[in-house]
């Protein structure tokens, strides 16, 4: 089984980097070959650097023009020779211009059972509509925003017990868990999208 390589898009702490770090340790078939931030502030360029991974950051003046950001995200990521995109708290939409470029290669996680809960406050979302279960969702990202094939989904139970805090702790540790053993899925080549465009798994 060859090594997938994965360029990642983020923009905070760099959380669901580590953990894919860490798997990667652990022996998932993956390699980071580029990580792209939209924020020079973001922790997850100090992961990055910590882990030998070439990073690169756009600051507000790269995004006044989405399309030509993406672009340069498209060079960076194809010079590396990322296979996969994965965005890892990436909070920029990306544009044609990636997706095309990329085609039912570029990954999203989502913090909720989808299609509920889309948007960027998905767990706030949840919490204050009183849901018993809720959980996260990695999916393929197409231009429908939170509406790409959906590759695998984890419930996370909403406790008696749980503040909005130890939701959202419980849910950040479900999705450190469920991003790697996507990128295992698709290291093993065992994901497909078919005619109706639902995700098979082999």
Known sequence: ???????????GSGTNLQAILDAIQGGLPVEVVRVISSRPD???LQRAEKAGIPACT???????????ADERIVDEMRSAGAEYLVM??????LTPVVLDAFPDKV?????????????????????EAGVKVTGVTVHFANE???????????????????????LEDRIHATEHVLYPEVLRLLAEGRVSINQERKVCIA
């Open 88 to 93: 890892a708290g990436y909070m920029r939409k």
């Open 1 to 11: 089984m060859s090594t997938l390589k994965i360029g990642v898009l983020l923009s």
């Open 144 to 166: 429908d925003y939170d509406k790409g094939p959906i590759v695998a989904q984890r419930a996370v139970p909403v406790l008696e017990t749980d503040t909005m805090d130890s």
């Open 58 to 68: 756009f600051d507000r003046s790269v995004y006044a023009d989405p399309q030509a």
């Open 42 to 44: 973001a922790f997850g």
């Open 107 to 127: 990954l999203n996680l989502h913090p909720a059972l989808l299609p509920s809960f889309k948007g960027a406050h998905a767990i706030q979302d949840a919490w």
